[in-house]
């Protein structure tokens, strides 16, 4: 009998549909076109981002696309296009008519769309070389909105080297490649158990690379570089395997047997200094443990899951996220691991934005959203009006918000929405709204969003001020960090969580996957203080809620366990905690 395989497609990740539309709403700018449109193109690129599911997936299963924040009728077409065939015509199209290396320029720092069509238009600049004999010759400073100081910058920029690129991954990306991945080795003959392990199944912030482990025959690895996204074959030999996808990212895979599977998991899961603790501890014990199994003399003693080869060193199982080497060994030895905190322990969302100031969707599709998933409160937590671009809310507006709340939760929408504010923290620590309009809030999270340069000493000045003020629970993302492209503000956080116990402040782990700040080691240092953290999604749109689960690891890889985290209180409890 001949099996007909159908031939295998390209798996279309959220990150290729995003990265299309910021393109296209790229060459769109420095075409000069309608600004509304590169709104919506932007918009929905972050939508798409924010999906804790592959749109192909979506698709494939058939639901509607237009449903989704921000995204029309057209917008989902092109969505469809791209999981269809992996191309946009658009854009292609307008690559077409666009100079090659005008999107290059955009790039430049300093430099942006606006920029670069301007210089285009008027100079006639198409590459970075003209750009750079351009401002050599001082053409550009007389350009409106440049200036002689611009100009210079803009050489420095030019002559300067590339910057490093980062080639770790925030793990809400490598998640959606390990969920393509495993689903292509489970659908390969022979496999029997298949996980993702290394960095990502310790749910560390960011992977930088994917270490795949499946049990079965050494024939899987030929499946495997069959794969139609890997683009280069690093290594290759019967149970081990190393490519590189299209994306650039790297995987290896080991192929195992079923008894040593366990063994090989806890190898590969890591982290190495975990891996060198536990090795040390067996080594103790007259055992020799490795990925194969845990041995004494030449007779395997455990291997084929997690639980035997811990078992086998006197332990019980350490969760993946504990597996650092910062203690876990002695309190598993102890018996005081943590119980740690879990998604089902959380009883609602604290922090969520809606249309009012910079979210996709409006405070009824938020709060329908948020019952869905079973809540029992969601807090609606809109910026203030210091935040400009985020279309912050001024006291009138939020008064009227806060009016429509009290209507809404009158009408009995099945959960209780909690009237909030995520309020800026002016330069001076001062808060962006009145006291007596803080003073109606359920919670009030207060964060930075502007001024990051200050020295330590002041920007911890600055956040203890404004902890200072009776009205603030929560302080917001305390470091302002964003992964791969900025970190956070020079500030002093041991005593900024001081300065939380001492006041009765809590404080945030921002679910964001950009952001996931507190991070897990300020987390736990949070917990060991006494200060209660609040795990919250920051969503922009119905579907950012469920960026929290990403909160939840940073929490678990913190020691964190149910008490430890606001947001797992029942309404009762939490509003007495709220109490200041
Ligand atoms: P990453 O990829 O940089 O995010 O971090 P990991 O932890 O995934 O590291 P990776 O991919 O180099 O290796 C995967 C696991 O394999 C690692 O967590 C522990 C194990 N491993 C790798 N090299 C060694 C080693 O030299 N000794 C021991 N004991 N384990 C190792
Ligand atoms: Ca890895
Ligand atoms: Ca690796």
Known sequence: MTLVVAPRERVIHNADVAESFYRLAELLEIEGANPFRIRAYRRAAATIEDLSEP????????????????????????????????????LEELEARTPSDLARLARVPGLGPKRVKVLHEVLGVNSVEDLANAAAAGRVRGLPHFGPAFEQRLLRELQAPPPETETRLRISVAEEYAAALLDHLRSLPGVGEAVAAGSFRRRRETVGDLDMLVSGPASIADGFVDYPEVAKVLAKGPTR????????????????PAESFGAALVYFTGSKAHNIALRRRAQGKGLKINEYGVFRGEKRVAGRTEAEVYRA????????????????????????????VQRADLRGDLHAHTRASDGKSTLAEMVE???ALGYE????????????????????????????????????????????????ILKTGKLDLPDSLLAR???VTAGVH????????????????????????????????????????????????????DRGCFLEVNAHPSRLDLDDVHARAAK?????????????????????????????????EANDVLNTRRWPELKTLLDR
């Open 441 to 443: 809030l359920d919670v």
């Open 528 to 560: 060991e203080a006494g200060v209660l953290i609040a795990i919250s999604s920051d969503a922009h749109s119905t579907v950012g809620l469920a960026n929290i689960r990403f909160g939840v690891d940073q929490a678990r890889r913190g020691w964190l």
């Open 55 to 90: 749109a192909a997936a979506l698709l494939a299963r058939g639901e509607t696309l237009s449903e989704l924040p921000g995204i029309g009728e057209d917008l989902a077409g092109k969505i469809a296009e791209i999981c269809r065939t992996g191309r946009l015509k658009a």
């Open 369 to 371: 959203a948020a019952r």
């Open 377 to 424: 409160y969601l807090a609606i937590s809109d910026h203030s009006k210091h935040a400009v671009i985020a279309h912050g809310l001024d006291a009138a507006r939020l008064s009227a918000q806060l009016d429509e709340i009290d209507a809404l939760n009158d009408a009995g929408p099945g959960i209780r929405v909690l009237k909030s504010c995520e309020v800026d």
């Open 241 to 256: 395997v190393t490519v590189v996808l299209k994306s650039g990212l790297q995987v290896d895979l080991r192929v195992v």
């Open 313 to 340: 060193v006197g332990l019980p199982l350490i969760a993946p996220e504990l597996r650092e080497d910062r203690g876990e060994i002695a309190a598993a030895e102890a018996e005081r691991l943590p119980v740690l």
């Open 450 to 501: 502007s001024d990051f340069a200050l020295s330590a000493a002041d920007q911890t000045a600055r956040l203890l001020k404004a902890m200072d003020n009776p009205h603030v629970h929560i302080l917001a993302h305390p470091t302002g960090r964003l992964i791969g492209e900025r970190s956070g503000y020079r500030v002093e956080l041991e005593k900024v969580i001081a300065g939380a116990r």
